[in-house]
């Protein structure tokens, strides 16, 4: 097995595509890149450990969580609390994709904190530091203190449907 470095945005690219705890990078990239499994991912499946589906996973759809695919060693790899920030977002994408739209009407006083394109963001105030949510069409404002970018988590996770102690549980995590 020959091993790589990969800049922070791949790395959390390839993890917003996790689909289950443990999976490996490889078999996210082979999926991804839509490469057959190799031949030991093959005798796991024969062996009864499924892979994960390759459809994206929809809450409505699956009955998923962010819980059911949340992993503080993932989180913790992320580099700083914008890479956090970033990674529990684009979890939150993945697990209600038809619903996320609801962010962009997440809105500070005087401030946009969601659009669907960098220039809106940089349009909106300065020095916002835009960035996209890996896995996502979105973009986020990443200039805000951790206070407030725990606050940004907590309404987004309280838009996607969860209740006030597991919205602060997801707030949480970017610690």
């Given at each position: 097995?020959?091993?790589?470095?990969?800049?922070?945005?791949?790395?959390?690219y390839?993890?917003?595509?996790?689909?289950?705890?443990?999976?490996?990078?490889?078999?996210?990239?082979?999926?991804?890149?839509g490469?057959?499994?190799?031949?030991?991912?093959?005798?796991?499946?024969?062996?009864g450990?499924?892979?994960?589906?390759?459809?994206?996973v929809?809450?409505?759809?699956?009955?998923?969580?962010?819980f059911?695919?949340?992993?503080?060693?993932?989180?913790?790899?992320?580099?700083?609390?914008?890479?956090?920030?970033?990674?529990?977002?684009?979890?939150l994408?993945r697990?209600?994709?038809?619903?996320?739209a609801?962010?962009?009407?997440?809105?500070?006083?005087?401030?946009?904190?969601?659009?669907?394109?960098?220039?809106?963001?940089?349009?909106?105030?300065?020095?916002?530091?835009?960035?996209?949510?890996?896995g996502?069409?979105?973009?986020?404002?990443?200039?805000?203190?951790?206070?407030?970018?725990?606050?940004?988590?907590?309404a987004?996770?309280?838009?996607?449907g969860?209740?006030?102690?597991?919205?602060?549980?997801?707030?949480?995590?970017?610690s």
């Open positions: 097995m020959k091993k790589i470095e990969i800049d922070e945005e791949l790395y959390a390839i993890a917003a595509h996790t689909q289950h705890i443990g999976e490996s990078a490889s078999t996210i990239l082979r999926r991804l890149l490469l057959s499994p190799t031949a030991v991912q093959e005798s796991n499946l024969s062996q450990m499924a892979l994960a589906k390759t459809a994206p929809s809450a409505h759809a699956q009955g998923t969580s962010v059911d695919i949340l992993d503080r060693a993932d989180i913790a790899a992320q580099k700083g609390a914008v890479g956090r920030f970033l990674f529990i977002l684009s979890l994408h697990c209600h994709a038809e619903q996320f609801q962010v962009l009407e997440i809105r500070g006083r005087n401030r946009l904190y969601f659009a669907t394109s960098e220039q809106e963001l940089l349009a909106a105030g300065n020095s916002t530091n835009p960035k996209q949510i890996p996502s069409p979105y973009w986020v404002v990443t200039n805000n203190n951790t206070t407030k970018k725990k606050s940004i988590l907590n987004v996770a309280t838009e996607m969860y209740d006030g102690s597991e919205a602060e549980q997801i707030r949480d995590f970017l």
